[in-house]
């Protein structure tokens, strides 16, 4: 079975809106949290690095005040897309990375209308 | 920086047939190298890794792999695929064995196997 639960799998959203995306990870702790996001025909590109407790990491080009990730607990991180416009409209994907092993959630569709 | 260049999009192939998806990367130091695959509606699960040691890797489900740096590939090859190979697979790289490091992926390939 999964190890690392994504929801929602699919969101539709009005321009202007803030949606919520979140990872679990199941019967692991996970240290660190990836979240990449994924245009169409192209690779998984990574968006921020979060470590339990911490503030997250942003690769550059990435608004953080946009994209705000939340790692509280150790089995649990957030996404969250604040005021989603049309450009928003991705694949989301998180990664949660335990001490010897990393597990993928099954993505979120995001689609800003 | 590193890149991975997957250079088939779609693959198509008969059932039982041997098929060979291409990984090429690029990196001026030394990487570790994944071959993950997705399924429709899954998570991204590991294929097989390659961090050292014998260059040609043998992964789940019948898949293997050869790393060969003087041509900076890491080709996935099955020699007689199924129905429920279809799915996307992607080649990646990271400088860091373990799990923390960050991955950097291909495009994808798509298998479609047809009866």
């Known amino acids: 079975g999964a190890v690392v639960s994504q929801h929602p799998s699919w969101v539709i959203c009005k321009s202007g809106t803030s949606v919520k995306i979140e990872c679990r990870s199941l019967d692991f702790q996970a240290t660190t949290m990836f979240w990449y996001r994924q245009f169409p025909k192209q690779s998984l590109m990574l968006m921020a690095t979060s470590n339990e407790g911490s503030k997250a990491t942003y690769e550059q080009g990435v608004e953080k005040d946009k994209f705000l990730i939340n790692h509280a607990s150790l089995t649990l991180s957030t996404l969250t897309v604040t005021s989603a416009h049309p450009e928003d409209s991705s694949f989301y994907i998180c990664s949660a990375a335990g001490d010897t092993l990393r597990y993928f959630g099954a993505g979120t569709r995001l689609s800003v209308l | 920086a590193q890149s991975v260049t997957q250079l088939d999009s779609q693959v198509p192939v008969f059932e039982e047939a041997p098929v060979e998806l291409r990984c090429n990367y690029s990196?001026?130091?030394?990487?570790?190298l994944f071959w993950y695959v997705q399924y429709p509606n899954q998570g991204l699960q590991l294929l097989l890794k390659y961090l050292s040691g014998s260059t040609l890797v043998k992964g789940i489900n019948g898949f293997e792999a050869e790393f060969n740096k003087s041509q900076t590939s890491f080709h996935l090859r099955k020699p007689s695929v199924h129905i429920s190979d279809t799915a996307e697979y992607f080649c990646?790289?990271?400088?860091?064995?373990?799990?923390?490091?960050?991955?950097?992926f291909g495009k994808g390939t798509k298998l479609s196997v047809k009866p």
């Open positions: 990646a790289v990271t400088l860091y064995g373990g799990s923390q490091g960050n991955l950097i």
């Open positions: 990196s001026s130091v030394s990487v570790y």
